[in-house]
Nanobody
Framework: QVQLVESGGGLVQAGGSLRLSCAAS???????????MGWYRQAPGKQRELVAR???????NYADSVKGRFTIFRDNAKNTVNLQMNSLKPEDTAVYYC??????????????WGQGTQVTVSS
């Protein structure tokens, strides 16, 4: 099973910054060829929503609520993706999940999720 390891969550005050990191690793003896990677979030009582995503070709997509504040970076060679979050607002409080889709050696295209990391923004 592909593993997505996340880090960087925490508690910050409104207006502060955090950087989330996610590293994807392939099963032993396999290679994970990633198509796209992204970040999603889910607040209590709400559905999971897209925050930002970057394709293998480098194009990015951001939720309207984070445009101009968040930036997604991907290192294709290392299968990692970062989310720089600036000017954080209380409404950004949520569990943030890393996501990746791609092909593992000898397997079909699939989608994988990290365990999630809590981001809490106090007012």
């Amino acid at each position: 099973q592909v593993q997505l390891v996340e880090s960087g969550g925490g508690l910050v005050q409104a207006g502060g910054s955090l950087r989330l990191s996610c590293a994807a690793s392939a099963p032993t003896g396999s290679i994970f060829k990633i198509n796209s990677m992204g970040w999603y979030r889910q607040a209590p009582g709400k559905q999971r929503e897209l925050v930002a995503r970057v394709t293998g070709g480098g194009s990015t997509n951001y939720a309207d609520s984070v445009k101009g504040r968040f930036t997604i970076f991907r290192d294709n060679a290392k299968n990692t993706v970062n989310l720089q979050m600036n000017s954080l607002k209380p409404e950004d409080t949520a569990v943030y999940y890393c996501n990746a889709d791609g092909v593992v050696t000898s397997r079909s295209m699939s989608e994988y999720w990290g365990q999630g990391t809590q981001v809490t923004v106090s007012s």
